[in-house]
C-alpha cells in the first residue's frame, strides 16, 4: 500500500514553460514534506521541503505548495530549463518521533529547449 | 561540512558470490543511516536503516544483510547474490530526521 503517490511517470514540459509535479499521500500522520532530484547514476540531491504548519515554501524557481486537507503537494519549477530534466521524488515524514521517510515512486521530468 | 562515501560506484558480480557495499560519513556523528535500492519503476525501496552502532532494521526480507561496526561506517553485504539482487543502491544518511544525503550509488549488475 503506497502511501506517498507520484501518479504521473513522466512529465514533458518545453523550457522557460511552468513544470508542475504532483504528489499525494494518504497517511495523516505525515508532517513534512520535502521533494529530492536525481540525475542517472546519481544520489537523489535534497530540493525543498515544507512543514505542515505552512502551505507554501518558495527558493528560487521552486515552489512547493501542500494542501493538507486534500492530503496533496506539488512542486512548481518556474521557468523551466533543460538542466532540470530528472527524477523528482516526493517524501514523506511522519510527526511522533520516526524519522524513517517515505518515498513515491518518482516522476520523470524532461524539459525540452 | 558533511560528507558521504560509497564505494564501488559500479560492480560487475556473478550468481553466488558475495558482495560487500561500503558507506562512510564525514563532518558529523551518531548519524541515521540508510541502505535504498532503486528499481526502475519502483522507486526507492529502503532496504535497512541504523540509528545507531550494532543498531540494524531490515525492512524487506531479502538476500541481503547490513552491519554498522563504527559511528560512521555503513555495510551492505550478501552471503551469495542472486540475478534479483542486480540495481541500483544507494546509501544515505540524515541527522534530525529531516533531509537525507544520499551517497552517488552502486550501480550493481549480477551475471
Known amino acids: 500500500d503506497q502511501q506517498v503517490k507520484q501518479n504521473s511517470p513522466s512529465l514533458s514540459v518545453q523550457e522557460g514553460r511552468i513544470s508542475i509535479l504532483n504528489c499525494d499521500y494518504t497517511n495523516s500522520m505525515f508532517d513534512y514534506f520535502l521533494w529530492y532530484k536525481k540525475y542517472p547514476a546519481e544520489g537523489p540531491t535534497f530540493l525543498i521541503s515544507i512543514s505542515s504548519i505552512k502551505d507554501k515554501n518558495e527558493d528560487g524557481r521552486f515552489t512547493v505548495f501542500l494542501n493538507k486537507s486534500a492530503k496533496h503537494l506539488s512542486l512548481h519549477i518556474v521557468p523551466s530549463q533543460p538542466g532540470d530534466s530528472a527524477v523528482y521524488f516526493c517524501?514523506?515524514?511522519?510527526?511522533?518521533?520516526?524519522?524513517?521517510?517515505?518515498f513515491g515512486r518518482g516522476t520523470s521530468l524532461i524539459v525540452h529547449p | 561540512s558533511q560528507t558521504i562515501h560509497q564505494w564501488p560506484a559500479t560492480l560487475v558480480q556473478p550468481v553466488g558470490s558475495p558482495l560487500s557495499l561500503e558507506c562512510t560519513v564525514e563532518g558529523t556523528s551518531n548519524p541515521n543511516l540508510y541502505w535504498y535500492r532503486q528499481a526502475a519503476g519502483r522507486g526507492l525501496q529502503l532496504l535497512f536503516y541504523?540509528?545507531?552502532?550494532?543498531?540494524i532494521s531490515s525492512e524487506v526480507p531479502q538476500n541481503l544483510s547490513a552491519s554498522r561496526p563504527q559511528d560512521r561506517q555503513f555495510i551492505l553485504s550478501s552471503k551469495k547474490l542472486l540475478l534479483s539482487d542486480s540495481g541500483f543502491y544507494l546509501c544515505a544518511y540524515d541527522l534530525w530526521g529531516r533531509e537525507a544525503f544520499f551517497g552517488q550509488g552502486t550501480r550493481l549488475t549480477v551475471v
Open positions: 517524501a514523506a515524514l511522519p510527526s511522533g518521533g520516526s524519522y524513517i521517510p517515505t
Open positions: 541504523s540509528v545507531g552502532i550494532g543498531q
